[in-house]
């Protein structure tokens, strides 16, 4: 399965650092394809990047960065691309279990 993600949009707070990016990935296995968005927020970092110079995929290289959340004593780590690819293939292997239960008619 290829997956594919693209930024769509990103908004930038004062001094051009970026705070949130609004992220796409698209799934196929050549017959079935699926997608799911995203947004990521994003604070800054040790490096800084000037806006004009950033690539695509640095940003995303960001985005794919884990993200650490503590509620109360417990500590979640989030990976973004992999929470996004799993939940693209699961959409891909529900739509081939669907085709698999609907099998074209067999006079067509």
Request: hydrophobic content about 45%.
């Amino acid at each position: 399965m290829n997956f594919k993600w693209s930024i769509q949009k990103m908004r930038v707070a004062e001094n051009n650092l970026i705070v949130k990016v609004d992220l796409i990935v698209i799934g196929n296995d050549g017959d079935n394809s699926a997608s799911a968005a995203y947004t990521r927020e994003l604070t800054r970092g040790s490096s800084f990047i000037p806006y004009e110079q950033l690539t695509e995929q640095q940003v995303l290289d960001w985005c794919f960065a884990p993200e650490v959340i503590t509620l109360e004593n417990q500590t979640i780590t989030k990976l973004l691309k992999d929470e996004g690819e799993a939940q693209v293939a699961g959409q891909i292997a529900r739509q081939l279990a669907q085709k698999a239960a609907e099998p074209a008619l067999p006079w067509a």
